[in-house]
């Protein structure tokens, strides 16, 4: 019986936000709660973003990532935009961006994605990490609806012919979406929701694939809330609960984590394909951060070094690639798309490609 083929490895861009602050020198702190997506809005903004998002497509990326990951209406009610279609204009140019990014730089058929992180990623100070939400988005229900708004600023709709061809054009720009950085299972189930309803309301030719990529922040194998990996794979995947993402994962955790996280992925896919409760290998996502030892403070919104921690010697690229090429060589994703999160830099994004390129993977 002859193997299953190697699956494709696509590769993503890296650290946005910690891009901009250590090499941007942008400073951002409790007076700029939308984070990278502060950069919408202002002119001199939007072309910082330009520009780092054109050095990472021409370090090689196939996909890149829209400056959206912390856009909420409040982040930018809190930033000085009151009005609604504005503060959707503004999110909405982050993915215009994105897409200039794509087209202008690098080689090959690049996609955007949508970046949309979880509700904590938006709470001053950020509760992605921990997944304490304040009351009124404890929920399952709570978080679908502040979900499916958010989606709502970049789908087709418009109460002109000016602002329906803008919505049209991002909506058609948009290869992907991401759900990133999600701390609790409820918002797991949540995010399934609304993209089942997002598709709905745009209809068969304009449904847009996503994927959901989760946090594991602390010691464990576990989410924020404590809900086990099990738990939260049957969550990304189980029947009937909402549109299927095309691909699982992992992001925004250190790297000396990942590879026990998926094979712990690996063995609960499996179990449910042999349960006949899935009838196929998902793709699978890696974004790990690029961190050595250092702890992301959400109240300072500063890398401090965490007493004790351990340091990998190995290049965080090389380290990376062979946790994937470990994956690869498994042969049970569909694909692999495999980039990097906090403290990663258009450089180690390079040098991944180069990695990935000598080693004939492609």
Request: charged share 30%.
């Amino acid at each position: 019986m002859s193997k299953p083929p190697l699956p494709p490895l696509i590769l993503l861009d890296g650290g946005l936000g910690t891009t901009l602050v250590d090499r941007y020198n942008i400073v951002f702190d409790q007076s700029t709660p939308l984070w990278s997506s502060h950069l919408l809005l202002s002119a001199d903004g939007q072309e910082t973003l330009r520009d780092v998002q054109g050095k990472f497509r021409a370090a090689g990326v196939d996909l890149v990532l829209s400056a959206t990951y912390q856009a909420s209406y409040e982040g930018f009610v809190g930033s000085g935009v009151t009005d609604v279609r504005e503060a959707e204009r503004r999110m909405r140019s982050g993915v215009g961006i994105a897409r200039g990014a794509v087209d202008g730089k690098g080689k090959g058929n690049g996609k955007v994605v949508l970046g949309l992180g979880a509700y904590g990623a938006t709470m001053v100070p950020g509760q992605e990490y921990s997944g304490r939400y304040d009351g009124e988005h404890d929920s399952l229900e709570a978080l679908r609806e502040w979900h499916f708004r958010r989606m709502g600023a970049f789908m087709p709709g418009g109460e002109d012919e000016v602002e329906r061809k803008e919505r049209g054009d991002c909506w058609k720009s948009v290869d992907l979406v991401a759900f990133e950085t999600l701390p609790r299972l409820d918002e797991v189930r949540a995010v399934r929701e609304v993209m089942e309803r997002v598709n709905e309301e745009v209809g068969k030719e304009n449904e847009k694939e996503f994927w959901i990529s989760c946090v594991f922040p602390g010691e464990g194998n576990c989410l924020p809330d404590g809900s086990r990996i099990g738990q939260v794979v049957e969550a990304m995947l189980e029947k009937g609960k909402g549109a299927r993402p095309m691909g699982i994962g992992i992001n925004c955790t250190r790297i000396g984590k990942v590879e026990g996280l998926v094979v712990e992925f690996e063995k609960e896919v499996k179990g449910m394909l042999e349960r006949g409760e899935l009838e196929e290998w998902p793709s699978l996502v890696l974004y790990p951060d690029g961190t050595r030892g250092e702890v992301y403070d959400t109240v300072t919104k500063e890398w401090v070094k965490k007493g004790g921690a351990e340091e990998s010697v190995a290049p965080w690229d090389g380290e990376l690639f062979e946790i994937v090429s470990r994956a690869r060589e498994r042969r049970f994703w569909k694909l692999i798309v495999v980039g990097g999160c906090c403290k990663t830099t258009p450089d180690d994004i390079g040098k991944l490609r180069k990695r990935i390129g000598e080693s004939q993977l492609l």
